[in-house]
Each structure stands twice: as structure tokens, then as C-alpha cells.
């Protein structure tokens, strides 16, 4: 399904994307619209699967999540099965879940407090997934850059 997304759609977007508190009256001074038609846009970008979440950001640091990891796993299952995918994205730590191309299967995201409480999430969690073969685990030192917003095309 193609969605189109018009110049107003695109800075609404990026404006609600830099700050997802944005006020309608805010969205609506920026844009010089009215009030009732950037909500109107807005509640069009939700229903059209355009904006997906509301969430802030947290700094890990202070939920003494200090280590973060890149997980290759292998798993046994034909490809695009996706059972494995699905029994890691349900565990709390993992952030995030990719189907990957090449020798393994997937590319997980997690964040622990440290080496040993990652030890223990594969320890209890992963080895309880049956059908993974194989980790290789690269852990994080330093993030240069980390961010989530997408680049949006100017019009």
C-alpha cells in the first residue's frame, strides 16, 4: 500500500518527530494552519499506520542499563518461519529483533547492567528458544551516534 504524503504531511513529521509533545497549537502556529485541520492531519498519519508510537526517550544509563550488545544468532528453523524471531522479541532486554540476511539468522539488540547479567539473559533466556543453534555476541564500548528519527524528504 503506497501512501502519499503531501509537503504539510512531511513537515508535520519532522516537527512531530523532534518533539512528539508538540501542542496541536504549536503544530498549527508553525504550519499557519488552523488548529482543526493539523488534528485532522494528524489523526490521518495515525490511522494510516504513518505514526506508529508515542515514546520518550530514556537514558539507559540511569536504569542502570550500562551494557548494550549486538547478538548474531543462528537458528535451526527454515527461513522466514520466524518462530525464533517472535520467542526473542517477547524477552524485556532485547530491543530489537532483525531478520537478516547471510550466515545467521538474526541480528538482536540488547541492554543489560553488566557482562554478567548478560551471561545470565542468555543463560535463562535464549538457551530456552529451542531452536537456536548459534550466538556470536559483539559487545558495545562506546555509541558515537544513536537515534531512531528517519530522515525526512523535503518536498
Same mark, same amino acid.
Not at 543489560?112 to 558495545?140: E, G, H, Q
Given at each position: 500500500?503506497?501512501?502519499?504524503?503531501?509537503?504539510?504531511?512531511?513537515?508535520?513529521?519532522?516537527?512531530?518527530?523532534?518533539n512528539?509533545?508538540i501542542?496541536?497549537a504549536?503544530?498549527?502556529?508553525?504550519?499557519?494552519?488552523a488548529p482543526?485541520?493539523?488534528?485532522?492531519?494528524?489523526?490521518?498519519?495515525?490511522?494510516?499506520?504513518?505514526?506508529?508510537?508515542?515514546?520518550?526517550r530514556?537514558?539507559?544509563s540511569?536504569?542502570?542499563?550500562?551494557?548494550?550488545?549486538f547478538?548474531?544468532?543462528?537458528?535451526?528453523?527454515?527461513?522466514?518461519?520466524? $518462530? +525464533?524471531? @517472535?520467542?526473542?522479541?517477547?524477552?524485556?532486554? *532485547?530491543? &530489537?529483533?532483525?531478520?537478516?540476511?547471510g550466515?545467521d539468522?538474526?541480528?538482536?539488540?540488547?541492554?543489560t547492567?553488566?557482562?554478567?547479567?548478560?551471561?545470565?539473559?542468555?543463560?535463562?533466556?535464549?538457551?530456552?528458544?529451542?531452536?537456536i $543453534? +548459534?550466538? @556470536?555476541t559483539?559487545?558495545?564500548?562506546?555509541? *558515537?551516534k &544513536?537515534?531512531q528519527?528517519?530522515?525526512?524528504?523535503k518536498?
Amino acid at each position: 500500500m503506497d501512501i502519499v504524503l503531501d509537503n504539510t504531511d512531511l513537515q508535520i513529521l519532522e516537527l512531530m518527530q523532534a518533539n512528539a509533545r508538540i501542542s496541536n497549537a504549536d503544530l498549527a502556529r508553525e504550519l499557519n494552519m488552523a488548529p482543526s485541520a493539523v488534528l485532522e492531519r494528524v489523526k490521518k498519519l495515525e490511522q494510516k499506520k504513518v505514526i506508529t508510537q508515542y515514546t520518550a526517550r530514556i537514558n539507559p544509563s540511569v536504569l542502570q542499563q550500562k551494557l548494550l550488545a549486538f547478538i548474531f544468532i543462528k537458528a535451526s528453523e527454515g527461513f522466514g518461519s520466524g $518462530v +525464533s524471531g @517472535k520467542a526473542l522479541a517477547k524477552i524485556p532486554e *532485547v530491543q &530489537e529483533v532483525h531478520n537478516i540476511a547471510g550466515e545467521d539468522c538474526y541480528l538482536v539488540k540488547v541492554r543489560t547492567t553488566d557482562s554478567a547479567a548478560l551471561m545470565d539473559l542468555m543463560r535463562n533466556s535464549f538457551s530456552k528458544i529451542p531452536n537456536i $543453534v +548459534s550466538t @556470536k555476541t559483539t559487545i558495545v564500548l562506546e555509541t *558515537v551516534k &544513536e537515534q531512531q528519527q528517519l530522515v525526512i524528504p523535503k518536498n
